[in-house]
């Protein structure tokens, strides 16, 4: 299963659509976003595949944000996400709760941790636990996607275009 892994959109629509592009041209089964999603209309953009947030810190508006990604049919995890597939258990969260990111990215009990924030792209080997961070969209010199291999856990890291 290829997943693609987004974070740090913070609103920035233009930014935003070069990466849904890769995502679509890679043909990604399902698509992870880590928060700091920013508006409504980065939710819109994702129409075409099935896609898991989080709220991060930028995330003030979660009741209209959670409403979005409803109404487009995909999945709202809230602050903190638990996911199964391919027979990974994955973990989904912005990574801006310091203590929460180092108890679920040390507990061993997941495959994967997904996680944004720091704008820096990151795969990480925490005991049996990989660790993500695919980049940022905005506020970042060069913009990066993070395109997985759930079964082999082969990881591409794609430049978006501005």
Avoid at 13 to 38: S, Y
Avoid at 105 to 133: F, P, Q
Wanted: hydrophobic fraction near 40%; include cysteine.
């Amino acid at each position: 299963m290829l997943i693609g892994v987004i974070s740090d959109t913070h609103g920035a629509v233009a930014m935003t659509k070069p990466a849904i592009d890769i995502f679509r041209q890679a043909n990604v089964e399902r698509v992870l976003h880590c928060g700091d999603i920013g508006s409504t209309q980065i939710v819109e953009l994702f129409s075409y595949c099935e896609t898991h947030f989080v709220f991060g810190n930028v995330d003030h508006n979660e009741s209209e944000l959670r409403d979005a990604i409803e109404s487009a049919g995909h999945v709202c995890h809230d602050r903190f996400g638990d996911l199964t597939w391919a027979d990974k258990r994955i973990a989904l969260l912005h990574g801006n709760d310091y203590q929460r990111y180092r108890d679920v990215a040390s507990s061993d009990e997941y495959d994967l941790v997904c996680s944004g924030h720091t704008h820096e792209k990151a795969w990480e080997l925490s005991g049996r636990t990989r660790l993500l961070n695919p980049g940022a969209i905005y506020r970042v010199s060069t913009p990066t996607v993070a395109l997985l291999e759930l079964d082999t856990m082969e990881l591409r890291y794609m430049v978006v275009p501005r």
